[in-house]
């Protein structure tokens, strides 16, 4: 009930009294983050503790559902807890209740051990026929962020769910399942990687910038080429919203363009190069560098003043970057024939090359 009610006062922001209403709730949870003892959901968590024993399925998935949403991180003692809880009653557990574990599990950042994540995996193979999108979405998304490989049984069973639920799949979800797949090393069948191209192509406008970047990387990564809708479609729309990519969007999309074996429009390049030169301060070492590269690679005119932003972004946070990073960013300055030192007079000093 306080994860529901802190998303209707946040939600309610633009109406009467709903803003309010919001910064209230948040006040009220205060110590949901884990700052304080005297917070509510600490003491709910401790409640709960204790009473771990008489919980079945759906409390013990509401409770980590809940934990998650809410931000809340509970400690590793009473995640090793419930999770051993989860676990012996996940054969009873419906698919929602799978999915909510996994998922929270994931939010969290808390990986159980590998025994009881393969009590989810075997109760998931029984029930997967009865998973809906998101259910399906979530737990793929959960096993790839915990590194937990759930077996090819499971993987090539989540394929044919999918074929046969796709169309009910969100933009999200599309996502999500495919780079679970790709994180996971595994492969699904050529044909429901067409089929969910095809699926995506006349909604790409409902696509987040994250989703559009994510998908073009997996098909990528799985050395599958979309048909020229798709591409087609997938360049329209980023070169609509490159202003809104994130660093780690705009250098995936252009990683993916330099890797495949079709070059998007000028079009979408500019409007990508436009966006990352605008705010090349937010970009960490490796974004940076595989921007470059791939810009290289395309064969795209990098003009001085972008060069000169680089060069600069380079200085800044130059011990921060790895090996290959320095490598990829000196071949990109010598394939494009930039000279990185100031120009002046006196020689660079030490420091600054």
């Not at 809708?229 to 999309?253: C, I, M, V, Y």
């Not at 993916?256 to 409007?271: D, F, H, N």
Request: contains cysteine.
């Amino acid at each position: 009930a306080l994860a529901r009610l802190r998303d209707v006062g946040h939600a309610g922001g633009g109406g009467g009294g709903g803003g309010r209403d919001g910064v209230s709730c948040d006040m009220q949870l205060g110590e949901r983050s884990g700052g304080g003892s005297d917070g509510l959901v600490p003491t709910l968590v401790g409640r709960a503790g204790a009473q771990l024993g008489s919980f079945n399925s759906q409390d013990l998935s509401l409770t980590l559902w809940a934990l998650a949403t809410l931000q809340h991180d509970p400690g590793d003692a009473f995640l090793q807890r419930i999770a051993r809880a989860a676990s012996r009653a996940a054969p009873l557990a419906g698919p929602q209740s799978l999915a909510n574990c996994l998922w929270a599990f994931g939010t969290l950042a808390y990986c159980p051990s590998a025994e009881v994540l393969q009590s989810f995996v075997r109760a998931s193979e029984r029930k997967l026929h009865a998973f809906e999108p998101q259910h399906l979405a979530n737990s793929l998304w959960a096993f790839s962020k915990l590194s937990h490989h759930p077996g090819g049984a499971l993987l090539n069973a989540s394929v044919e769910q999918a074929k046969r639920t796709i169309r009910n799949f969100t933009p999200q979800n599309i996502s999500n399942s495919l780079t679970a797949y790709t994180q996971l090393s595994f492969r699904p069948s050529e044909d429901f990687l067409s089929i969910a191209a095809a699926t995506s192509t006349p909604r790409l406008g409902e696509f987040t910038p994250q989703n559009l970047s994510n998908c073009l990387c997996a098909f990528v990564k799985q050395s599958f080429l979309p048909d020229q809708d798709f591409l087609t479609g997938l360049e329209h729309e980023t070169a609509r919203r490159a202003a809104d990519f994130s660093p780690r969007d705009s250098a995936n999309s252009l990683w993916a363009y330099a890797v495949i074996s079709q070059q998007p429009g000028e079009l979408c390049l500019r409007a990508l190069a436009t966006s990352v030169q605008q705010s090349l301060h937010s970009f960490n070492p490796q974004e940076m560098t595989t921007v470059l590269w791939a810009l290289a690679q395309l064969g795209f005119p990098l003009g001085r003043p972008f060069l000169s932003t680089c060069a600069y972004e380079f200085r800044q946070k130059a011990a921060d970057f790895s090996p290959q990073d320095l490598s990829m960013g000196a071949w990109a300055c010598a394939y494009v024939s930039y000279d990185a030192r100031p120009r002046r007079k006196s020689r660079v000093s030490h420091h600054e090359w």
